[in-house]
Every structure is written in C-alpha cells, then in structure tokens.
C-alpha cells in the first residue's frame, strides 16, 4: 500500500497596503518644494502658515538625508545635516535675502528664490565634485540630487524661520529681529537637528522612513514653540508669538505620540522604564 505525500502547505499571500502619507522621495520633494516656495515669496501671510513651511522644508531635508546616508556615511549624517544649515542654508538664505529687493512686487517677494536656486546649483555641483573619481571620489548613489535638495530644502527653512520672526525677508529687518538678537543660532541649531537627528534616532540603514519622517515634524514643533516665544518680543507680536507656541505645541505633541506608538509597534520586545508608560 503506497504512501500518499501530504499536500503541500498553501502559500502565504502578503498584502501590501500602500499609504497615502508619506508619498515617495520624489513627489514629498516636489510637494514640500512648491508649498515651501508658495509660502516664501509671500511673507505678509501668518506666522503658522509659514510654520507649515517649515515642516515641509525640513522633513523635505530629513528624508534627502536619510536617503543620501543609505550608503552608510556613520559620523557624516550629522555632519550632512549641518553641513545643509550652515554651510548652504545660511549662506543661500543670506543670498536670497539681499536680492528680495529686487524682486519686491507688491505682497510678494519672489528675489529670495535666488538665493534657493543658487544654493540647489551649488549643492548639486558639490555633489558631482565629491563623486568624480579623480577628485574626492566618494562615490555615493544619488549623492548629487541629495545634495542638491539639501541646499534648497535648508535654504527654504532659513528663509521661513527668519520670515516668521522678522515679518519679512528683507536683510535689515532680519538683521534687527533675528541675528542681532541671537535667535539665529537657535534656529541654525535645531534647523540641523530636524534634519539629521531622525535618521541617526532611527537607527540608521535599519530606520523605516515614516518613523523617521515622524521625528523630524515633532522636532519641528518644537522650533515652532521656540520661534514663537520670539516672537514675542519682535516684530511678530503678542498674537502671533502666541499661536506659534500653541500650533508648536499640538504639532510636537501629536507626533512625539505618534512616534513613540510606532517605535514600539515596530520593535522586537519593549521594556517599560517608567519614563513612558508601556503600551501592551
């Protein structure tokens, strides 16, 4: 009597639901790029509109970031971070602001975008040189376009941040309400944190993109909160200072939440500190 083989096991079907947020690199850059541009050229619109600028620009330089720092740069993801802000931001929003003069066209100020468009040159030539086999040759993929957004993206959130405490992007208000008074370092320092820092908290090549994404908009908030405590003693006003520091606040809360649920829904084990309490 033969023996009957047992049939084999039914293939597991994998369903793979695709969300809508966040959309891919290329569309939340393009995204992020038009809504942080629209938002710049006008600087008479409130204060927590151009925050949301700000998210966008910032989460729009993590995401560049993360996806550069794929190939495994270790200490240069800070470094890339800063190097966006300081290096490019700054120096392309110093650009754009002495040209918004000349592009002063009643409500809107469009000569800022000069300074974007020349840092995003510069990022992507700086891309190029650090890749030519006979010069740095770092070869790392897609090194030029991740430099080229970074320039753009940190620009566009220097601008934002400069707009929301001066009024304006104009260079002497600017000089008054934002350099003088030291809020610049603030805003150079946790500009480069919301950009670097979700990538490195998030384990690096390990990381999953919306997690990380996550941990830039809740460091965002908190500029938010931070720009609007500044507002309250510049040009922006009591009013405004204040609806800065609630939206930075409902902004930083929600996602900090949100962060911390998908940490733990993604992680092996989880052991309670009492810090945070522990989600079973």
């Known amino acids: 009597m033969g023996h009957h083989m047992p049939p084999p096991p039914p293939e597991e079907v ?6 809508w947020w966040p959309p891919d690199e290329t569309r939340l850059g393009i995204i992020s790029a ?5 938002i710049v050229i006008f600087p008479g619109l409130p204060a927590v509109i151009k ?12 995401d560049s970031v993360r996806k550069t ?25 110093f650009t754009g602001m002495a040209f918004s003069r000349y592009g002063h066209l009643g409500p809107v100020e469009a000569g ?15 891309g190029i040189l650090a890749n030519t086999p006979k010069l740095i040759a770092m070869k790392i993929p897609r090194l ?9 993206a940190g620009t566009l959130a220097v601008l934002l941040e400069c707009s929301i405490i001066a009024g304006t992007t104009r260079w002497e208000p600017v000089l008054e309400n934002g350099i003088n ?6 805003i150079l320092i946790l500009s480069s944190l919301a950009m670097f820092h979700p990538y490195n908290a998030c384990l690096g090549p390990d990381e999953i993109r919306e997690r990380t994404l996550k941990v830039s908009v809740e460091i965002s908030g908190l500029i938010c909160i931070i720009l609007g405590i500044a507002s309250l003693v510049t040009l922006g006003g009591m009013a405004t200072g204040i609806q800065m520091i609630i939206f930075g606040v409902i902004v930083w809360l ?24 522990t989600i079973e």
């Open 14 to 19: 994998v369903v793979v639901v695709k969300k």
């Open 34 to 38: 038009v809504i942080a541009v629209l």
């Open 51 to 62: 925050a949301i600028g700000v998210i966008f620009a910032l989460v729009w330089g993590a």
């Open 69 to 93: 720092s794929k190939y495994g740069l270790g200490t240069g993801v800070p470094s890339i971070g800063y190097f966006a802000v300081i290096g490019y931001g700054m120096v392309g929003a």
């Open 112 to 126: 800022v975008l000069v300074g974007v468009l020349f840092m995003a040159i510069t990022g992507y030539i700086s």
């Open 144 to 152: 030029e376009r991740g430099m080229m957004e970074l320039g753009a």
């Open 181 to 186: 008074t030291g809020v610049i370092a603030v």
């Open 254 to 277: 929600v996602f900090y939440v949100s962060f911390v649920r998908a940490a733990i829904r993604e992680s092996h084990s989880v052991t309670g500190t009492g810090l945070i309490k």
